[in-house]
C-alpha cells in the first residue's frame, strides 16, 4: 500500500511569514494525483489544491503546490491569520484508492 | 452549488449496524459529476477513506472494511446511505460524507461531518 508522510508534524510560524509543507509518498505516483486540503477545528477539510498544483475553486493565489514522483510540497505565501490549521496531503491511486497523510499542523 | 449534510444516529452499540445518510441538496445526485463518498476521521485526527458510490450505483469500498460494509444511493430523494455491521469501539469517528470530482480527482465538497459513538 501507498504511504504518505508529512512533514513537519508541526509547523510553528506568523502572519506574513512563509510555510512550507512536505508530503513524500512511498512509491512513485503517475499523474500527479495528489491533493492538499486544510481543516479548522471543528469543521470539514476544504480542499486546496489539486493534480499537484492546481488551486481550487475560490482559493487564494497564496497558496500553490508543486512536486512530482514521491516529493510533493504545499507553500503558502504570507501567511494570514486564517491559514492555522491542519494540512492533509491526498493521493488518489488503485489500491486503496485514497489515502492520506497523517497532517501537518500549522501554528502560530 | 451543492451541499452534503449527513444524518443518523449518534450512538452505536458494539456489534450493532451503523447507519448514515448524506442529503444533496442544490444539486441531482444523478448529474454524473462526482463519485458519492464516505470518509471518517478518528480521534486522533487521522483521516481513512471508506467508499464510494456513483449515481448509477457502481460502488468501491475500503478493502480493509469491505465485509462488513454497504453503500447504497436513492436517486429519488437524493441520498446516499452507509451501512457498517459489526462495530466495535474502534469505529468510533467523525463520519464526513464528501464528494469526488470526475474532472478533478479530489474530494471537492464536503459535509460538515457527524460524530459517531460506539458504545454500549
Known amino acids: 500500500d501507498i504511504v504518505l508522510t508529512q512533514s513537519p508534524g508541526t509547523l510553528s510560524l506568523s502572519p506574513g511569514e512563509r510555510a512550507t509543507l512536505s508530503c513524500r509518498v512511498s512509491q512513485s505516483i503517475s499523474g500527479n494525483y495528489l491533493a492538499w486540503y486544510h481543516q479548522k477545528p471543528g469543521q470539514a477539510p476544504r480542499l486546496l489544491i489539486y493534480?499537484?498544483?492546481i488551486r481550487a475553486t475560490g482559493i487564494p493565489d497564496r497558496f500553490s503546490g508543486s512536486g512530482s514522483g514521491t516529493d510533493f510540497t504545499l507553500t503558502i505565501t504570507r501567511l494570514e491569520p486564517e491559514d492555522f490549521a491542519v494540512y492533509y496531503c491526498?493521493?488518489?491511486?488503485?489500491?486503496?484508492?485514497?489515502?492520506f497523510g497523517q497532517g501537518t499542523k500549522l501554528e502560530i | 452549488q451543492v451541499q452534503l449534510q449527513e444524518s443518523g444516529p449518534g450512538l452505536v452499540k458494539p456489534s450493532q449496524i451503523l447507519s448514515l445518510t448524506c442529503t444533496v441538496s442544490g444539486g441531482s445526485i444523478s448529474s454524473g459529476g462526482y463519485y458519492w463518498s464516505w470518509i471518517r476521521q478518528y480521534p486522533g485526527k487521522g483521516l481513512e477513506w471508506i467508499g464510494y458510490?456513483?449515481?448509477?450505483?457502481?460502488?468501491f469500498y475500503n478493502p480493509s472494511l469491505k465485509s462488513r460494509l454497504s453503500i447504497s444511493v436513492d436517486t429519488s430523494k437524493n441520498q446516499f446511505s452507509l451501512k457498517l455491521s459489526s462495530v466495535t469501539a474502534a469505529d468510533t469517528a467523525v463520519y464526513f460524507c464528501a464528494a469526488w470530482g470526475v474532472v478533478n480527482d479530489a474530494f471537492e465538497i464536503w459535509g460538515q461531518g457527524t460524530m459517531v459513538t460506539v458504545s454500549s
Open positions: 491526498q493521493h488518489y491511486g488503485s489500491s486503496p484508492p485514497y489515502t
Open positions: 458510490i456513483y449515481y448509477s450505483g457502481n460502488t
Open positions: 493534480s499537484a498544483s
